[in-house]
């Protein structure tokens, strides 16, 4: 039978420190955050790949998790994100390194690794699903709440041994805070563009005390503000009367806020002139 997935294993020991009784319901919630933590590292670097995780050994104050990782075969290899269960263990305490690391104020945690704040790099990401996770601020924010609630589960006022083929790593009080805490989230870019046109619009809702922005209609309702001040004082002083659906010539200036990816965060209108006909003594609009 043609096998569709590539398997394999890779085993992560869970040693707590302190005596080797552990509360039932403290082990269930820890085992339940870290197999979900597991899920997010994969789910976020590899479509075609899920694990599952065995308890394979239980010792006197630890146990052995074996994590197994399938990875489908339907994609050409140089696509696979994931060689192996290797990786997420890899990735797992790489995450856990980051967080532990940046509770110096001093270290930013960037794309490809993490820098002193005054950009000198001082360490490369390892292993792949670490990079592309913190390439995607989505899944980032999604590993970092998994790690979060990882840690938050951890029983209470034990220590924690992390051992692994790559290296161990320890959590104790002090780390443990520093997982919990939240990773910075980068803010996103922003872009503003000024664009001036000439427009007839339709007035659907003016403001004639000039206090607030008036409604106007283009090919759209849009709400504008008035600083042709000539304009507001003969609304003002009720020298221009409005009917139903007059209609104004103006020049527009649209301030349009975008991210980096052209995402329309925000659009803000300004009505810089109002050009009136000359028989503004009879009260009328063109």
Known sequence: MLKLCDENKESIRFRFLGNNEIDARDLSKFLDATVTTFEKIVNNSEQDAFIKLNISAIEKGSFLIELVSLISKKLPKIFETIKNSKEIIGAFKEFLEIKEKLKDKNIEAKEDGLYYKDTKKIE??????????????????????????????????RELNIETSMGNFKIDDEVKENIIEPLPEK????????????????????????????????????????????????????????????????????????????????????????????????????
């Open 187 to 286: 803010e996103n870019e922003k872009i503003v563009t000024h664009d001036t046109y000439k427009r007839e619009v339709i007035v659907k809702k003016p403001d004639l005390p000039c206090q607030s922005m008036w409604e106007l209609i283009t090919d759209k309702v849009i709400k504008a503000t008035i600083l042709d001040e000539d304009f507001k004082k003969l609304v003002i002083d009720n020298k221009i009367k409005f009917g139903n659906s007059d209609k104004l010539l103006v020049d527009i200036e649209e301030i349009k806020t975008v991210d980096k990816d052209l995402n329309v965060l925000d659009v803000h209108y300004n009505v810089i002139k109002v050009y009136l006909k000359n028989d503004i003594e009879q009260k009328s609009l063109f």
């Open 124 to 157: 490369n990401y390892y292993y792949k699903p670490t990079m592309i996770i913190m390439g995607d601020a989505k899944a980032k924010k999604e590993v970092d709440e998994a790690l979060r609630n990882f840690a938050i589960n951890l029983p209470k006022e």
